[in-house]
């Protein structure tokens, strides 16, 4: 099995190498292609050594060697992979060994499985690190449960279900599942990774690998996306991004009526619930009102849709029985 690691750095001077050796450290991993992404720090001159070092590593950098952010420089690592399975590894975090041990057997047993799913685990470079990651609720694994069926995976996993979600660090492809999916959304900020496990999901065959112990590694410290410090709104903001971008896709598929229902209820539950709780009602119902015509504002298409409606009436009422009572 033949694999190509795709690592996009940016900023990651300190931990790049560590990443690319861990990679390199597998034996199924066939290249590692970095992505330079614009930083403002000394990765491009360390990626550049590190590829000096190896054949097997090969470097990428945007037109003019501008930032245009993680999933640009994924899609970039996908157009330039020259083998027929793919993995992801952020330039802070790093595999463990035997990363792709139950990857190999899933693919060998079963000849329609499109991706392997598998449990990463989480470094605390800090105590303030842990702190943060704790204030967020978040397991030390980042995991699936097990014996889940491919095809009610989309409505199980976060954010629609309770089963847990995948980090793109335990996710591994067949290379044939971009025509699938398309490739990143260049469009969102945060949550493009979700987006495109949701898209997986939805439309390919993945199966569990090794989803009790972790296969990788994700470093936490100061910069982290994930715990980097947001207001309400703005989590919101990105959150309805992914939602929209996701729903759009849904539109183009086939058999995706159900998959659309789920999106819409979760995307409008996740409205009323991602706000301040010490917002009293009479603060509550302007701010959720604005929040709905900008969905519609975004998304007319959304009036047509009968989930849509009904889910809206459903918490207004719930919303008047609480300030009657």
């Known amino acids: 099995m033949k694999i190509s690691v795709i690592i996009p750095v940016h900023n990651s001077e300190i931990y790049v190498a560590e990443a690319v050796q861990s990679a390199l450290a597998q034996t199924e991993t066939t290249e590692v292609i970095l992505v330079e992404d614009g930083s403002s720090d000394g990765s491009l001159a360390r990626c550049r050594r590190l590829r000096d070092t190896n054949p097997r590593i090969r470097l990428f950098t945007h037109p003019f060697g501008v930032n245009r952010g993680a999933s640009a420089s994924r899609n970039l690592g996908i157009q330039n992979a020259q083998y027929n399975y793919i993995a992801?590894?952020?330039?802070?975090?790093?595999?463990?060994?035997?990363?792709?041990?139950?990857t190999t057997q899933v693919f060998a047993h079963d000849e329609t499985v499109e991706g392997v799913y598998e449990a990463i685990g989480t470094y605390f470079v800090s105590d303030e690190a842990e702190r943060r990651w704790r204030e967020l609720q978040q397991s030390h694994l980042t995991t699936i449960r097990s014996g889940i069926p491919p095809e009610v995976l989309f409505r199980e996993q976060s954010p629609i279900g309770c089963a847990g979600h995948c980090s793109l660090n335990?996710?591994?492809?067949?290379?044939?599942?971009f025509d699938k999916t398309g490739r990143f959304d260049t469009d969102l900020a945060f949550g493009e990774d979700t987006a495109f496990f949701m898209k997986l999901a939805a439309c390919a065959t993945l199966r569990p690998g090794q989803v009790q112990q972790p296969v990788a590694m994700r470093r936490l410290h100061a910069n982290n996306t994930v715990t980097r410090a947001r207001t309400v709104e703005d989590i919101w903001r990105y959150r309805l991004a992914m939602w929209l971008a996701l729903y759009r896709w849904l539109k183009t598929q086939p058999r995706s009526a159900f998959n659309k229902k789920l999106s819409i209820n979760k995307m409008l539950w996740e409205c009323y619930t991602i706000t301040d709780p010490h917002l009293s009602l009479s603060h509550l119902l302007p701010l959720l009102l604005r929040?709905?015509?900008?969905?519609?504002?975004h998304e007319p298409a959304f009036l047509a849709e009968r989930t849509f409606t009904v889910s809206v009436l459903k918490h207004f009422r719930h919303l008047a029985a609480r300030h009657r009572s």
């Open 170 to 177: 335990g996710l591994t492809v067949r290379r044939s599942v």
């Open 88 to 102: 992801f590894l952020d330039a802070d975090d790093f595999y463990l060994a035997n990363r792709f041990s139950a």
């Open 291 to 297: 929040r709905l015509l900008h969905m519609l504002h």
